[in-house]
């Protein structure tokens, strides 16, 4: 992605600044945990000049009350990528308390647990059959043989649209969070848009039973949602299905790629992998978010003034020995403390699919243990990340021959 570069504003001190471009941080094709690490041990809050100039969050106390302050902070139409928020305007990812409650309280109804919990012979039955046919060969590209596959195809039989599309959808996600400069951002929105138009019309005019009908037959304040908020609503949940829990499935797996010890553990007692599940989310989370201070907001000795941007990033709290002790160790017997992670977010924006996401992740480590013998990173491979809004691994080599 291009970035741009800007003045350093006259309320940013010279040492805050910080040379960190979030959509490219230095060394994150290699280690993109390694790379975020490199801003720690220093001041809370840092200011980079790259796309445009904004604050980042440095440490795990700041990023976790930043993100659930929803007071002087807003989630409104902003983001890093110039344009990308005024253009998508998001329903209800893009609203601010309290305009956006009955908007997702009407998501919420539609990502129920009795929704999800239906959802799980699905998932096992796709994972299934993904593995038989990937079984056979002893190895696998992992992200494109099976995480880009599941978890898509999961969510495109949630909203109810032909699962063939898939390749055609997947690139859409990426191109959002982490854009290479090949679309516009209006060209994105455009293309989701397409597709998603006659969808949308046929759920407002007759509902059936896939995940967008039963949030749009939820009434907002007693009327009902105008063609316009449908959209943003469905281009929301389209690109948050898109990407995130493809990431979380290459995390998961290489993981217990380095760590055969892990692998044989949760083999041997499976009723840990609900609890493996939420301790591997705390550990690898790779999303990150991006808000507007509607307030001067005095920090760490600087004063983010009001308009500035805000960068987020999960794992600045997650893997904050202050926050959690020993963060980066994986331990299946965590007790978690009462602050829990950040990887589905905090606060009003708390992420609304994490019961989906969190019921696949169980299902795939269920699945994937019971029927794959001990499996390690092909010898000869690299493990490659790409950074944004939503890190993830582009190239994951297995083997278990």
Known sequence: MATSAAAIPEHVPADRVVDFDVFAPPGAEVDYFAAWDSLRGGPAVVWTTANGGHWIAADGATTRALWGDSERLSSEPLAVVPGLA???????????????????????????????????????????????????????????????????????????????????????????????????????????????APYVRERLADPGEDLFSRILAVPIEGRAWTMDEAMRMCRNLLFGGLDTVVSMFGQFALHLARHPEDQARLRAEPDLIPAATDELMRRYPMVSVTRGCTEDIAIDGVTMREGDLVYLNASMHNLDESCFERARQVDFDRKLPPIRHTTLGSGAHRCVGAGLARMEGIVFLEEWLAAIPTFRIAPGSRPRYRAGNVGALTELMLDWR
Do not use: W
Request: glycine share 4%; proline share 10%; charged share 25%.
């Open 86 to 196: 005024e253009v998508m305007r998001f329903i209800p990812l893009q609203q601010d308390p309290p305009e956006h409650k009955p908007f997702r309280t009407a998501v919420m109804k539609g990502f129920a647990n009795h929704h999800v919990a239906a959802m799980e012979p699905l998932v096992r039955e796709v994972a299934r059959e993904l593995i038989a046919e990937l079984k056979p060969a002893g190895s696998c590209e992992f992200m494109t043989r099976f995480a880009e596959v599941l978890p898509i195809h999961i969510f495109l039989t949630l909203i109810g649209v032909p699962t063939q599309d898939r390749p055609k959808l997947r690139p859409l996600g990426q191109q959002l969070t982490r854009p290479d400069g090949s679309m516009t951002v209006e060209q994105l929105r455009d293309a989701a848009d397409e597709y998603l």
